[in-house]
């Protein structure tokens, strides 16, 4: 007796794995909403068409929707993280038909390779594989994910802060992203280098500080041409606000 090969409905598919992705991004704060997932989802497939070698769309499409499942920042402290496989081993078993165990196991391996700050860890440490450095489908989300960390949107801040105002949603993924995020964990917004207020508050520690820190080097570690030279203009827009702020300031207190 032959048994039925089960074919693969992408679109049924993909339409099951928004819906995962969307409940579970709905406890999230603005920085890490599902306009964020589907921001990644959309310039990861753009990059995607670009390259001139074959890419798994799907492949990349998939591990876009669940690049943030495991975000250890939003797990209550000091509990496990889960495995890319537990996590999703339900959604596979009721939507994943037709779908060959090796492109699941694709998938899960990019959602748990994808993060900027573990790859830091993992060159640092010498843990860097050729699959990291070759697998193209990889490469696709993590340039799109660290592209939405930069520029407008993923670097605008929280409403409260006027001195941002002329800035919108579609102007704004960098700005906005880190303002969100930092009003979420109260970290200030801008401390100055040189400030004769009463707040001993470390400059190191305020939003600012993370253009430094991080979202004006991350056009560095992009992977893909397409990356490369989005993330160039997107860094000029981080720069330049940056300068901005800094001007408004030393405006501020007649330094300027």
Not at 18 to 32: C, I, K, V
Not at 143 to 160: C, E, K, Q, V
Not at 243 to 252: K, Y
Request: charged share 30%; aromatic share 6%.
């Amino acid at each position: 007796m032959t048994v039925a090969r089960a074919v693969l409905d992408e679109p049924l598919l993909l339409t099951a794995a928004e819906r995962l992705a969307r409940a579970h991004h709905a406890q999230y704060d603005p920085s890490h909403d599902f306009y964020h997932v589907e921001r990644v989802r959309r310039l990861a497939l753009s990059i995607a068409r670009s390259l001139p070698e074959p890419v798994d769309s799907l492949v990349v499409e998939l591990a876009a929707l669940f690049h943030d499942l495991l975000d250890a920042k939003y797990l209550p402290k000091d509990a496990p993280v889960p495995t890319a496989h537990e996590h999703l081993a339900g959604f596979w078993a009721e939507n994943g038909a037709g779908l060959s165990e090796e492109r699941r196991r694709l998938v899960e391996r990019i959602i748990e390779n994808v993060s900027h700050s573990k790859e830091v860890r993992r060159i640092k440490e010498g843990r860097q594989t050729e699959w990291h450095e070759t697998c193209r489908e990889l490469h696709c989300v993590q340039d799109a994910d660290r592209l939405d960390a930069i520029g407008a949107i993923g670097a605008l801040p929280s409403p409260p802060a006027p001195l941002f105002h002329k800035l919108t949603i579609l102007d704004s993924p960098g700005i906005m992203r880190c303002s969100a995020y930092s009003a979420l964990v109260s970290r200030p917004l801008y401390i100055p280098p040189s400030s004769s207020s009463a707040s001993a508050e470390d400059p190191s520690t305020c939003a600012l500080a993370h253009f430094d820190d991080k979202l004006l080097l991350l056009h560095e570690r992009m992977r893909t041409e397409k990356g490369r030279e989005m993330a160039r203009r997107r860094t000029e827009v981080l720069r330049g606000f940056k300068e901005e702020v800094e001007r408004e300031w030393r405006e501020a207190v007649g330094e300027e």
